[in-house]
Every structure is written in C-alpha cells, then in structure tokens.
Nanobody
Framework: QVQLVESGGGLVQPGGSLRLSCAAR????????MGWYRQAPGKQRELVAQ???????NYADSVKGRFTISRDNAKNTVYLQMNSLKPEDTAVYYC????????????????WGRGTQVTVSS
C-alpha cells in the first residue's frame, strides 16, 4: 500500500507564496502521474496540477502562471510552488496518485493524502 504525506500548508497574505510537498511512502515505488487537487468550502474537489514521470505538466486555468508543479522521482515526492496567492486559492489541498496498475495490482481510486489547509487572507 501507499501513504501520501503532505506538508507545507498554512496562512499567507494575498500575493504571498507557499510550497507544498507530498512524499509517497510504502511498498510501491513508481508512479507515472502525481498531482494536486483542492477543495474549497461548499465546492467540489478540483484538479490543480499534474505531472508525469517525464516531467510533462498540466494545470488548471486558474493557477497557470502562478503555480508550478515538480517532482523528485528518486524520492517519490511531488511539490507545488504557489506564488501570487489569492483569497480564492483558499482550500484544502490534496496530493493524488490517479487510479491505475501499480506493482501488478489495479487501484480503482488511486491514492489520496489527508490534505493540507491553505488559507490566503489579510
């Protein structure tokens, strides 16, 4: 099994920056895709950014140009650098490995971290 451990959330003023980290721990050591989702109060969970093992990235339109996703394959860790933060970025941010075959087993819902709170407020 896999445990995704997030860190780096907190309270920041508008225009500030935060860096989220997510380390994958467990018996599976290789994931093609890792990413971040977020869920604001009263809203559905939405994709923020994804990155595959080749470094190809995908971003939500609302964060393009402000957020950067990166990964360290050797450490099975994915990062989200968030700059120029806005109050509307306030949400719980979740690390995600999508559904798929890993080490010969199909995981229908993939893996999720417990989430880390990001609050952007003055």
């Amino acid at each position: 099994q896999v445990q995704l451990v997030e860190s780096g959330g907190g309270l920041v003023q508008p225009g500030g920056s935060l860096r989220l980290s997510c380390a994958a721990r467990g018996s599976i050591f290789s994931f093609n895709s890792m990413g971040w989702y977020r869920q604001a109060p009263g809203k559905q969970r939405e994709l923020v950014a994804q990155i595959n093992s080749a470094g190809t990235t995908n971003y939500a339109d609302s964060v393009k140009g402000r957020f950067t996703i990166s990964r360290d394959n050797a450490k099975n860790t994915v990062y989200l650098q968030m700059n120029s933060l806005k109050p509307e970025d306030t949400a719980v941010y979740y690390c995600n490995v999508p559904a798929g075959y890993y080490s010969g087993t199909y995981y229908a819902v993939g893996f999720w971290g417990r989430g880390t709170q990001v609050t952007v407020s003055s």
